[in-house]
């Protein structure tokens, strides 16, 4: 089973930084689909981050690109999403999300720059991220 684990989440004022984390288990695959997603409270689902190991594919949503970076340890087990410059508006709970069809022209990607979040199978329960003026 598939299992994803979200944390790192907290408040920070505008200006700071945070490190989310999300710890992948179960996933017998070598390569990997991972998307940041964030929800604010009355808003939808947003994708804020993708990466792809087979394209070596990266995506980043306009807001947040040059503020944010994605990373992996390189195990495919742990993925990062450095958070710098954050302003009120990244305030949101933030999940990340996997698939098992990790190839660019069937996986999520097909269906756009990150896909939707109806893409991805498998999600993390989500930490929040609270950011005050």
């Known amino acids: 089973e598939v299992q994803l684990q979200a944390s790192g989440g907290g408040l920070v004022q505008t200006g700071g930084s945070l490190t989310l984390s999300c710890a992948v288990s179960?996933?017998?695959?070598?390569?990997?689909?991972i998307g940041w997603f964030r929800q604010a409270p009355g808003k939808e689902r947003e994708g804020v981050s993708y990466m792809g190991s087979t394209d070596g594919s990266r995506y980043y949503v306009d807001s947040v690109k040059g503020r944010f970076t994605m990373s992996t340890d390189g195990t495919g087990d742990r993925f990062y999403l450095q958070m710098n410059s954050l302003k009120p508006e990244d305030t949101a709970v933030y999940y990340c999300?996997?698939?098992?069809?990790?190839?660019?022209?069937?996986?999520?990607?097909?269906?756009?720059?990150?896909?939707?979040?109806?893409?991805?199978?498998?999600w993390g329960q989500g930490t929040q991220v609270t950011v005050s003026s």
């Open positions: 179960g996933f017998t695959f070598d390569d990997y689909a």
């Open positions: 999300a996997t698939d098992d069809d990790v190839y660019p022209r069937s996986g999520p990607i097909a269906r756009g720059p990150m896909g939707p979040p109806d893409a991805y199978d498998y």
